[in-house]
């Protein structure tokens, strides 16, 4: 059972560039999260999507920045006219349900994150 | 909002010995889980511990244990028997059942184990 696949796991981009990262859950999973990690400091809550809804965006910046959760296809976090200040990992996360996690199961299952480099 | 603060950029340990490192956070909430995860020079996000709030037993995994303080918000993690692999950023995070279903991060320590 494939875990949180994110694609690709470098992406350089120049400024002025547009960035697409992409975000498979796992199987099962219908509710995808984005955090964002500066260097030398702990993940930040980006958006909280699900299917063809965006539930939470309150930690994403107001311009550039967008998310979708298509009906079919993976999660994209798209980032307009990057700017070197974007450097940065991105991780997704997906979670079966928006409730409690049960048993021994984390809340949300990370992928490897995408690292992000403005030239 | 929900805080959570690592106050200690920096931690070393020896090899074989025990190293805790230190967590508060701040919510209204009464419903919430605390996690600690590690993560290597590999960028993995490694669930170490859960512990959830409403129990009152310290929730152990191995070598990792927590000391869970719910009245001071305070949730160190106890690494006995330190091996040279444990060596990496320590996050600790909160996790609210209702609204957002977010997660908080701290800032992370990183944990060095001296051979």
């Known amino acids: 059972n494939a875990g949180v696949m994110q694609n690709p796991r470098h992406l350089v981009r120049r400024r002025g560039q547009e960035a697409r990262l992409r975000c498979s859950p796992m199987k099962g999973h219908s509710h995808v999260y984005w955090y964002r990690q500066l260097p030398e400091e702990g993940l930040k809550f980006m958006v909280y999507?699900?299917?063809?809804?965006?539930?939470?965006e309150s930690g994403m910046p107001k311009e550039r920045f967008s998310a979708e959760f298509p009906k079919e296809g993976p999660s994209i976090l798209r980032i307009q006219q990057v700017v070197r200040g974007d450097s940065a990992a991105y991780f997704c996360?997906?979670?079966?349900?928006?409730?409690?996690?049960?048993?021994?199961?984390?809340?949300?299952?990370f992928g490897d994150g995408t690292r992000l480099s403005i030239l | 909002a929900q805080t959570v603060t690592q106050s200690q950029p920096e931690m070393s340990v020896q090899e074989a010995e025990t190293v805790t490192l230190s967590c508060t956070y701040d919510?209204?909430?009464?419903?919430?889980?605390l996690f600690w995860y590690k993560q290597p020079p590999s960028r993995q996000m490694i669930l170490v511990i859960r512990q959830e709030a409403y129990k009152q037993q310290n929730a152990t995994e191995n070598r990792f244990s927590v000391n869970f303080q719910k009245a001071a918000k305070s949730f160190s993690l106890k690494i006995s028997d330190s091996q040279l692999g444990d060596a990496a950023m320590y996050f600790c995070a909160c996790f609210i059942i209702q609204g957002a279903q977010k997660l908080v991060f701290g800032q992370g320590t990183r944990l060095t184990i001296n051979p």
């Open positions: 919510t209204s909430e009464s419903d919430y889980y």
């Open positions: 996360a997906s979670s079966p349900l928006g409730t409690r996690p049960q048993g021994g199961n984390q809340p949300q299952h």
């Open positions: 999507l699900q299917k063809e809804n965006i539930i939470d």
